[in-house]
């Protein structure tokens, strides 16, 4: 059904949500899983992918280690780092790369908060042609 799921994630502890749920999805349709951290503090939104610097390693880091759960479990997995803008980096690596369906946790924020913090999920389904899971954490 998916061959390949694109997991975003944000470092935070809202993606544990979605990396439960995308652990046991991806062992029941055998899917590859690629996730996805967009870097948007300022050394990433300015240098890009030349950025250096604590958050940059820290962000390598964690997606390396959701990486390794999940081939811990026997589930095909690559991690990407974009840079910038989270919602416009997810749309853009959807149209260029090949995944079948989006898997995102969201905050569950609603009205005034979507304004003034981004709505980042409303836009990347939105933005994108393919399937959009969204898990709300809890």
Not at 35 to 61: C, K, M, N, Q, Y
Not at 64 to 92: C, M, Q, R
Request: hydrophobic letters at 45%; aromatic letters at 6%.
């Amino acid at each position: 059904m998916y061959k390949t799921i694109l997991v975003t994630l944000d470092g935070t502890p809202t993606d544990r949500a979605i990396i439960e749920h995308v652990k046991q999805l991806a062992a029941l349709a055998k899917s590859r899983v690629v996730l996805l951290h967009v870097a948007d503090g300022w050394a990433a939104r300015t240098f890009g992918s030349d950025a250096v610097g604590p958050e940059v390693a820290e962000d390598i880091a964690y997606l390396e280690k959701v990486k390794s759960e999940l081939t811990a479990n026997g589930i095909p997995a690559e991690a990407e780092l974009a840079y910038g803008e989270p919602a416009a980096e997810i749309v853009k690596w959807v149209k260029k790369g090949n995944c079948d369906l989006v898997a995102m946790s969201t905050h569950g924020h609603r009205f005034v908060a979507d304004l003034f913090l981004g709505a980042t999920a409303t836009r990347v389904r939105h933005g994108v042609d393919v399937p959009v899971l969204l898990l709300k954490a809890k």
